[in-house]
């Protein structure tokens, strides 16, 4: 056995509620170093207010989550710091309308003194390559098509040279051809051993790069295991009900 | 880069602070008095063709305070103003032509009687109403707070009349002349003046005056016992000298174009101009002073209040709706009455007009701003702060490269608008007897009383002022895009 790998993400008894309603239930994961941790589940089951939890767009009511070993369940921690290191891909892309493609990129690593312009559009412009979108650099974010957009934000990410990437439902905005250039960009990132966790309703594509795959539902983690596990060999009766439910459409 | 984000609010408020620092400067105690008076009450008070303030009231004061080594700063505003700025010690006497009664003896120290009087009721020209009994269900015009209001007032409930109220003496005859008004009450001295000068009232009891009495200067009571005591000292020294004598027969006997300017200049709107052209070019200096400052400032203030307005901390949020909420709320007069006549009695110090004007402007206008800016803000997408805070950029970062732009770029509309709506509101601070545009244009009707002339002149300076604003808005916008 090669050594222990890092824990990236450790969360434990993690509980949050708006209200009377109680989204995250005592959830407990720990996620290694270049592992991609794929989350799945009806819509309202928790997994994308897990997923803010990690960088702290939400806070929890109790519990504890740390990220790269710093506790961002706690007030007191310069989540600046942390987020720097953690990138995050939205649902709707939020791509800054008041900048062009490469500023996009580019703004946060100026900004916070990673690098020089010079050296911040000479990066932009590799991250666009890679995300096969050259001819862009200089065109507003809005002339762009979805799922133009959403590679420009996983580049706009990666920018800032994370360790953790976070996806939050990136292709369900998508029109189904634009579906296909986003995963494979992030199958990709995968591949180079990025640790991901990703929020999706793309089954095909947890099957294919998940090394875990997480069944989130009423607030809890019903099942977790390989793809060949939850896929497979259900033993939840909440994953085998939803399982049927998404194969057959 | 935080420097430059800071920088603007810093700037902000400094100037605030300034503008207070102008108040306390003001107070340093000289051999100087501040008296108020009634812009527009002749013979007694009022503008000549020169647009200087002269009247029987102003050569009497001008005599006394030679006579007695002091001088003075001269307030001339609305009648009402002017009285209330002496009761709260912001200014230390009023001559304007005021009425010595029992109930003003209440708030006030009054000199001697300096001219006799009693209250006119006064109709239309020709008009078929012959006793007071027939203004049942009809509308009196009255100027508020003059004892000749009190006195019309008095006489309501036997009369069964219905009142209008009026800042000044010039408005208040016109709504008579046009007919909105069936009747007025007015000092006789003032009126008859006024009719000899040609305007289309007439006099209902020449022979038997209301309430007759005297004119009297008035200071705060238990205050400036000296300034009563020269004030009646060279009253009767003038008496017996003969020079109160020229002074009244100067202004009831001598040829009244000596005042109010040849018929040449007063009868054709080119004349008004030419002869006029330097009030109006003061009044349209001061205007543009009150708009270009107030703008700069509110729009600084607003973008306070805005940013405040979508702050992380509750308190920050909960003040800004709160200063939007009162400020909003309050009428612009009101607003500038309370900094101008009001505070000055609580805090103790005297605020120059022009800064209280400012002061309300950035107060009022600010608020209606920062209502805009925080809705601009708010309309711009939840996500792009997520997105923006999700790279590691600082709340201050995130707003400044990210929100504010986009929230900008909402918001310049409603930028131009406010521009346009500030320019228009400074008029109202005429009422604090600030000399722009608006006062310009009393002054000027109170002497030659050629009201629609001088009207559409002012009229036509804003229109002129409003589209080269709206121009410069317009090519603001082009440079933002």
Redesign the interface.
């Known amino acids: 056995m090669s050594e222990e790998k890092q824990v990236k993400v450790h969360v434990d008894k993690v509980n949050k509620s708006y209200g009377d309603n109680h989204v995250l239930r005592d959830i407990s994961l720990d996620v290694m170093a270049n592992e991609v941790v794929v989350m799945i589940g009806p819509s309202g089951s928790g997994k994308s207010t897990f997923l803010r939890m990690l ?1 702290q ?1 939400e806070m929890p009511n109790s519990g504890l989550v740390e990220v790269d070993g710093y506790d961002i369940s706690d007030p007191k921690t310069d989540i ?2 942390v ?6 891909v ?1 649902q ?1 892309f ?5 900048y062009t493609v490469l500023q996009n990129i580019t ?2 690593p100026v ?2 003194g990673k690098m020089t312009k010079e050296e911040a559009d000479k990066r932009g412009k590799e991250l666009l390559a890679t995300v096969g979108l050259s001819d862009k650099a200089d065109k507003s974010v809005n002339s762009l098509s979805g799922g133009q957009k959403q590679r420009v ?1 996983i580049a ?2 990666l920018a ?1 040279d994370p360790d953790i990437m976070l996806f939050d439902e990136p292709t369900s905005a998508l029109d189904p051809e634009m579906v296909g250039d986003v995963l494979d960009v992030m199958k990709d990132l995968a591949k180079s051993g990025m640790t991901m966790i990703i929020v999706t309703h793309e089954m095909g594509f947890a099957k294919q790069v998940a090394d875990r795959v997480v069944f989130f539902e009423s607030g809890k983690i019903q099942e977790s295991g390989t793809p060949e596990e939850v896929f497979n060999a259900p033993k939840n009766e909440r994953l085998q009900t939803f399982l049927s439910k998404v194969m057959q459409a | 880069m935080v420097n430059q984000r800071v920088k603007p609010i810093l700037v902000a408020f400094t100037l605030f602070l300034g503008l207070f620092a102008f108040g306390t400067k003001a107070s340093a105690a000289e051999p100087n008095y501040v008296i108020s008076t009634d812009a527009t009450y002749a013979p007694f008070d009022f503008q000549d063709k020169n647009n200087e303030y002269v009247g029987i009231d102003q050569d009497i004061l001008k005599e006394v305070a030679k006579r007695n080594h002091f001088t003075y700063t001269l307030k001339p505003m609305s009648f009402n103003a002017a009285a209330q700025m002496v009761a709260n010690g912001q200014a230390d006497g009023i001559i304007a032509g005021m009425a010595i009664t029992d109930e003003r003896k209440q708030v006030y120290d009054v000199s001697d009687s300096y001219y006799k009087t009693g209250v006119a009721w006064i109709t239309k020209k020709g008009s078929k109403i012959k006793s007071l009994s027939e203004l049942k269900g009809k509308t009196v015009a009255l100027k508020s707070g003059t004892a000749a209001s009190n006195y019309g007032l008095s006489l309501q409930k036997k009369y069964g009349f219905k009142v209008k109220y009026f800042n000044d003496t010039d408005t208040m005859y016109n709504d008579v002349v046009n007919g909105n008004s069936a009747a007025t009450f007015e000092d006789m001295p003032v009126i008859q003046y006024a009719i000899k000068n040609g305007l289309d009232l007439e006099v209902k009891n020449p022979n038997n005056p209301g309430n007759a009495g005297g004119y009297g200067f008035f200071v705060k009571k238990g205050q400036n016992p000296q300034l009563i005591a020269d004030f009646n000292k060279t009253l009767k020294e003038m008496k017996a000298d003969g020079s109160y004598q020229k002074i009244v027969d100067k202004y009831l006997k001598s040829d009244q174009k000596n005042f109010t300017g040849s018929s040449a200049d007063n009868n054709s709107t080119w004349g008004i101009l030419r002869s006029n052209k330097k009030a109006f070019f003061d009044g349209l200096v001061q205007t543009i002073e009150l708009t270009v400052a107030g703008i700069i400032l509110a729009s600084l203030w607003g973008m306070v209040l805005g940013l405040m307005g979508v702050a992380k901390s509750k308190f920050l949020r909960g003040l800004s709706t709160t200063i939007i909420y009162a400020f909003r709320g309050l009428p612009l007069m009101v607003l500038a009455f309370f900094i101008y006549i009001g505070l000055p009695g609580v805090i103790g110090t005297k605020i120059p007009a022009f800064t209280a004007g400012l002061l309300t402007l950035i107060l009022n206008e600010g608020a209606y701003t920062g209502a805009f800016v925080r809705g601009g803000f708010e309309a711009v997408d939840r996500g792009q702060m997520e997105a923006a805070r999700s790279l590691g950029l600082p709340y201050g970062k995130a707003m400044s490269k990210v929100v504010v732009p986009q929230g900008l770029k909402i918001m310049v509309p409603s930028f131009v608008n406010q521009f346009i709506i500030t320019l228009k509101d400074t008029s109202i601070l005429s009422a604090i007897g600030i000399l722009e545009l608006t006062q310009t244009g009393t002054l000027i009707v109170a002497r030659n009383s050629q009201g629609f002339r001088v009207w559409a002149i002012i009229g036509l300076i804003y229109m002129i002022v409003i589209t080269l604003l709206t121009w410069f808005s317009n090519w603001l916008k082009k440079r933002l895009d």
């Open positions: 960088n767009l600046n710091k987020r720097e290191n953690i990138g995050m939205f709707n939020n791509l800054f309308n008041n703004l946060a900004q916070l934000a706009r990410a800032m």
